[in-house]
């Protein structure tokens, strides 16, 4: 069946499956635990806001964090300055 819904839904427990639309994700308020995508496919955890947020993802792939390890790396371009 097809529904339309507008405003918060609401439920304790339960799976999803099929597509998901919206024009942004909020979870966990703005604290440290918090998680945010914004319409234009920004990712942020940490903060309310995408520019103060200790780790972020822009949609053009540009990236913030403030330790990152990794267990491989592959430049195709560009500088790497440290």
Known sequence: N???FRGD????SGNFSGN?????????GTDASSFHV????????GA???SS????????GDAVAGNLTVSSISV???EIHI
Do not use: C, K, Q
């Open 2 to 4: 097809n529904g339309n």
């Open 9 to 12: 839904i609401t439920g304790a």
């Open 20 to 28: 998901l639309s919206g024009g942004t994700i909020d979870i966990g």
């Open 38 to 45: 914004n319409s234009a496919g920004d990712m942020w955890l």
């Open 48 to 50: 309310s806001s995408y």
């Open 53 to 60: 947020a200790p780790f972020r993802v822009s949609a053009s």
């Open 76 to 78: 195709t371009g560009g």
